[in-house]
């Protein structure tokens, strides 16, 4: 089932979100980015400079800039039928630069329980 994600109306991207983990209220999977994806990009790359796939320390002053500016975009998730899907937290972890262009994936917490008793595997 395809997600979109938007920011106040624009798209920035698109999902299947093929993994579940419905005990956590996680869905994550491969993400497309849209036209509106170099609106925020900028601040998911907060994200990959503060935890580096390399395994190495984290960097939390980065990393609290990359919070504090993800809440702020106040990001909206959509399913197939443009209906909103209440979430508490909305992610991509863009490791592109590091890992090419398959590296990004869009991570959500869902907390609307419709979703999962809607939602088919």
């Given at each position: 089932?395809?997600?979109?994600?938007?920011?106040?109306?624009?798209?920035?991207?698109?999902?299947?979100?093929?993994?579940?983990?419905?005990?956590?209220?996680?869905?994550?999977?491969?993400?497309?980015?849209?036209?509106?994806?170099?609106?925020?990009?900028?601040?998911f790359?907060?994200?990959?400079?503060?935890?580096?796939?390399?395994?190495s320390?984290k960097?939390a002053?980065?990393?609290q800039?990359?919070?504090?500016?993800?809440?702020?975009?106040e990001?909206?998730?959509?399913?197939?039928h443009?209906?909103?899907?209440?979430?508490?937290?909305?992610h991509?972890?863009?490791?592109?630069?590091e890992?090419?262009?398959a590296?990004i994936?869009?991570?959500?917490l869902?907390?609307?329980?419709?979703?999962?008793?809607?939602?088919?595997?």
């Amino acid at each position: 089932m395809r997600h979109t994600v938007r920011l106040k109306g624009v798209i920035v991207g698109y999902s299947e979100l093929e993994n579940i983990d419905e005990t956590l209220g996680r869905a994550w999977g491969l993400f497309r980015p849209g036209m509106g994806y170099d609106l925020v990009q900028p601040i998911f790359r907060l994200f990959a400079e503060a935890v580096p796939l390399d395994g190495s320390a984290k960097n939390a002053s980065v990393l609290q800039r990359y919070y504090n500016a993800r809440d702020a975009l106040e990001l909206e998730l959509q399913d197939q039928h443009g209906r909103v899907i209440r979430t508490s937290g909305i992610h991509i972890a863009d490791y592109r630069e590091e890992e090419g262009e398959a590296a990004i994936e869009l991570d959500v917490l869902i907390k609307d329980p419709a979703y999962w008793t809607t939602r088919t595997t």
